[in-house]
């Protein structure tokens, strides 16, 4: 089956659970990504984190509503979505715009929003310059904003930039299946067997010939990168994503910029945070009074903080612990009533 709207292309690869792949043109090539659920069903757009891909929500999205509609995208430089044009850095605010632009594309007015990690940030920035367009927002693993101190924005600029020119005289090196799938595990050690092989389905790409390739890490492991020691050509996998993902941001927020953009978020939103993962990483960091901050903006509206057993992954590793609070939040017509603990009424841990 094939449907177009403004050349978006949208064709049925499974019917277990209704699952179709999305095309979407942009300027640079096309946006990648999977759809679930009947085109009348509630509309939801789901993104994912730094060097993943739209994998991340196979085994999530099956146990929520299946009245809805998910849409769930790899971000430019991500998966099987095109890699932007040579010689541009991956800016944070691009991703936002490529998130306005696909829901135009899709003529779509009104949605909420599931963002993991990076794609919750995505997901908080949207929902704080277009708050008319989004009537939820549910942030796995995420706070919607993270801060830089401003005295190390020229430093953080200064590296950023010099990381693009040195990447234009990198070679892509290349993998058998076995190798990448132990760099994918290895560079991210939240990832269970399973999750590692759904995020290389979408993550990977066949090639002829090359050179074993680097793979940086996920930012909460404990070591840099891990390095290939070997340098022969062969044919086999490289990764999919842009290396340039891995170059240092160089758009970054004040902590007085990322409060007065979340003061601008007016729907509901669900936190959904891992004892293991961000949680832990950031306890003793100088964002930590931020972080408070921030998450109590979200509790006073309406808003509903939560805190997990697991890891960075839980979503993707034990979606069981995580659907049931998306599902009573998104079928919540009113301030949500769910409790801030997995486990009791009292509030969450910060």
């Known amino acids: 089956m094939m449907q177009t709207v403004k050349n978006v292309r949208h064709l049925v690869t499974s019917t277990k659970h209704a699952v179709s792949e999305l095309t979407v043109p942009v300027p640079w090539g096309q946006i990648r990504g999977k759809v679930w659920g009947p085109d009348h069903g509630r509309r939801v757009v789901c993104l994912h984190g730094w060097a993943d891909n739209c994998g991340t929500f196979d085994t999530l999205l099956p146990l929520l509503p299946q009245d809805y509609k998910y849409v769930a995208f790899d971000l430019p430089g991500h998966g099987q979505s095109s890699h932007r044009p040579p010689g ?24 909420s929003i599931i963002g993991h990690s990076m794609g919750g940030n995505i997901g908080g920035m949207f929902s704080a310059l277009y708050p008319e367009m989004v009537d939820a927002l549910v942030l796995l693993d995420s706070y919607g904003f993270l801060p830089t101190d401003v005295k190390e ?52 790409r066949q090639v002829e010939g090359g050179k074993p390739r680097y793979l940086l890490c996920c930012p909460l492991c404990s070591f840099s990168s891990i390095i290939s020691s070997f340098s022969f050509s062969c044919t086999g996998l490289v990764f999919s994503r842009d290396f340039r993902i891995n170059l240092k941001n160089i758009m970054r927020f004040s902590t007085e910029q990322c409060l007065e953009l979340q003061s601008r978020i007016t729907t509901r939103v669900l936190v959904l945070l891992a004892e293991e993962g961000f949680e832990k990483r950031f306890a003793e960091s100088y964002q930590a009074k931020l972080i408070s901050n921030i998450l109590q903006g979200y509790r006073e509206p309406n808003g509903v903080v939560v805190t997990l057993p697991g890891d960075h992954h839980v979503h993707l590793n034990h979606p069981e612990s995580v659907a049931p609070f998306i599902t009573d939040f998104l079928q919540s017509n009113g301030p949500s009533n769910l409790t801030s603990s997995a486990e009791d009424p009292e509030p969450a841990k910060l």
């Open 88 to 111: 541009v850095p991956y800016y944070f605010q691009s991703y936002v715009a490529d998130l306005y632009r696909l829901v135009k594309a899709l003529q779509w007015e009104k949605f």
């Open 153 to 204: 924005m020229p430093e953080v600029m200064r590296q950023g930039m010099e990381e693009l020119l040195k990447y234009e005289n990198r070679e892509e090196r290349v993998y058998t299946k076995d190798q990448a799938f132990q760099r994918l595990q290895a560079g991210n050690p939240t990832l269970s067997e399973q999750s590692a092989r759904i995020l290389l389905e979408r993550g990977t």
